[in-house]
Nanobody, 116 residues
Framework: QVQLAESGGGLVQAGGSLRLSCVASGSLFSFSTMAWYRQAPGKQRDLVADITSGGGTYHADSVKGRFTISRANAKNTVYLQMNNLKPEDTAVYYC??????????WGQGTQVTVSS
């Protein structure tokens, strides 16, 4: 069982920045692919960014150039640096942990609200 604890959400004005953090329990973090998803009210949960165990990254087109995913294996932590936030970034952001053969796990989510 893997537990994920997200933090760093909040209310920010458009153009501002936030950094989300997600700490994973256990000893398999360095083998995992970690991802951030978001879900706005009434919409599906969408992939925002992910990072493989080798450090390869993917960012959705909607956040490319504004958001950056990174990881610190020594701290069992994945980050999402969010700059130049827009009102359309408002959503609950979820951390996801995936290890082949183990399955995937979700955090409880953290609310990000961007005011115009």
């Amino acid at each position: 069982q893997v537990q994920l604890a997200e933090s760093g959400g909040g209310l920010v004005q458009a153009g501002g920045s936030l950094r989300l953090s997600c700490v994973a329990s256990g000893s398999l973090f360095s083998f995992s692919t970690m991802a951030w998803y978001r879900q706005a009210p009434g919409k599906q949960r969408d992939l925002v960014a992910d990072i493989t165990s080798g450090g390869g990254t993917y960012h959705a087109d909607s956040v490319k150039g504004r958001f950056t995913i990174s990881r610190a294996n020594a701290k069992n932590t994945v980050y999402l640096q969010m700059n130049n936030l827009k009102p359309e970034d408002t959503a609950v952001y979820y951390c996801n942990f995936l290890v082949s053969g183990l399955g995937d796990y979700w955090g409880q989510g953290t609310q990000v609200t961007v005011s115009s």
